[in-house]
């Protein structure tokens, strides 16, 4: 199975929104709802921001918000704030009964 | 409160066959809707699913690794287990144990407990 597919990096100032997307196949982000993010810290193990395509986990801020077009998934921070710096990866279930991750987009508040 | 902690070899030579266990505390691994990951990491590289295993038993494994690879559960010690069999230095990861999600009232088609992560290196 092939990695879904994310910009290497991504940068925006703070106050501004960015928008990550994570490209999949029909077998994939396209086929389920089955979407989620993760945010991973330097050093850190990752941690769930975003599951089924657009719900947030209790405690994660509503300046990130996730949705899905055709088999492209998106994630959105809004209002970017220097401790949002940090590696996100999106994740799929397939239609293989597998999981499949994205490469990784670092993002970087300037 | 739910935990997850990895443990095992840290350094295994190369063909040899890296183990590594996840004791889970604060839920029966034997839950419904929850199944127990394994995600690995390369330094400076991204993240790589290598497989689960429901509170059933069955398991499901990233095709690219399905050969070298075994996960299972130990229900009387609440904890699971990965085997990976011949390894070379590619495998050379922080190895991370994780609780997915797959139905209920949890966070379904998620992870959403994760253990702090191991690094293995594979060198003779």
């Known amino acids: 199975q092939s990695a879904l597919t994310q910009p290497a990096s991504v940068s925006g100032s703070p106050g501004q929104s960015i928008t990550i997307s994570c490209t999949g196949t029909?077998?994939?982000?396209?086929?389920?709802?089955?979407v989620s993010w993760y945010q991973q810290e330097p050093g850190k193990a990752p941690k769930l921001m975003i599951y089924e395509v657009s719900n947030r986990p209790s405690g994660v801020s509503n300046r990130f918000s996730g949705s899905k077009s055709g088999n492209t998934a998106s994630l959105t921070i809004s209002g970017l704030q220097a401790e949002d710096e940090a590696d996100y990866y999106c994740s799929s279930y397939t239609s293989s009964s597998t999981l499949v991750f994205g490469g990784g987009t670092k993002l970087t508040v300037l | 409160q739910l935990q997850l902690q990895e443990s095992g070899s840290r350094l295994v030579k190369p063909s040899q066959t890296l183990s590594l266990t996840c004791a889970v505390s604060g839920v029966s691994i034997s839950s419904d809707y929850y199944s127990w990951s394994w995600i690995r990491q390369p330094p400076g590289k991204g993240l790589e699913w290598i497989g689960f295993i429901y509170h059933s038993g069955s398991t499901y494994y990233n095709p690219s690794l399905k050969s070298r690879v075994t996960i299972s559960l130990d229900r009387s010690k609440n904890h699971f287990s990965l085997r990976l069999t011949s390894v070379t230095a590619a495998d050379t990861a922080v190895y991370y144990c994780?609780?997915?999600?797959?139905?209920?009232?949890?966070?379904?088609?998620?992870?959403?407990?994760w253990g702090q992560g191991t690094m293995v290196t594979v060198s003779s």
């Open positions: 994780a609780k997915y999600c797959s139905g209920g009232s949890c966070y379904s088609g998620a992870f959403d407990i």
């Open positions: 029909s077998s994939d982000v396209g086929g389920y709802k089955y």
